[in-house]
């Protein structure tokens, strides 16, 4: 699993409890994509999109690789 720099300070800055589901969502999936990697057509990367915990997440999984890289995290602003 891997968290590219300029998305860490937005990881980081979540509630903790939002960032502790996150987190356990993002390594369930690395672990899955790690069991699936044989059943998967090499030719990625793939784009995985979901909401975890409120917040939009884009997910690459690049099963040559066999990574899985945060891509896009969005958390919808509260409305007033």
């Known amino acids: 699993m891997l968290i590219p720099h300029g998305l860490q300070a937005a990881v980081e800055g979540l509630p903790s409890e939002t960032r502790q589901e996150l ?3 993002l390594f369930r ?3 899955l994509a790690r069991q699936e990697q044989g059943q998967l057509p090499a030719d990625g990367p793939y784009t995985l999109r979901m909401d975890v915990a409120g917040c939009q ?3 690459e ?3 040559s690789r ?3 890289t945060l891509a896009g995290l969005m958390r919808p602003q509260p409305l007033e």
């Open 23 to 25: 987190l356990a969502e």
């Open 29 to 31: 999936l690395a672990a």
């Open 57 to 59: 997440v884009s997910v």
């Open 61 to 63: 999984l690049e099963p």
């Open 66 to 68: 066999s990574r899985l």
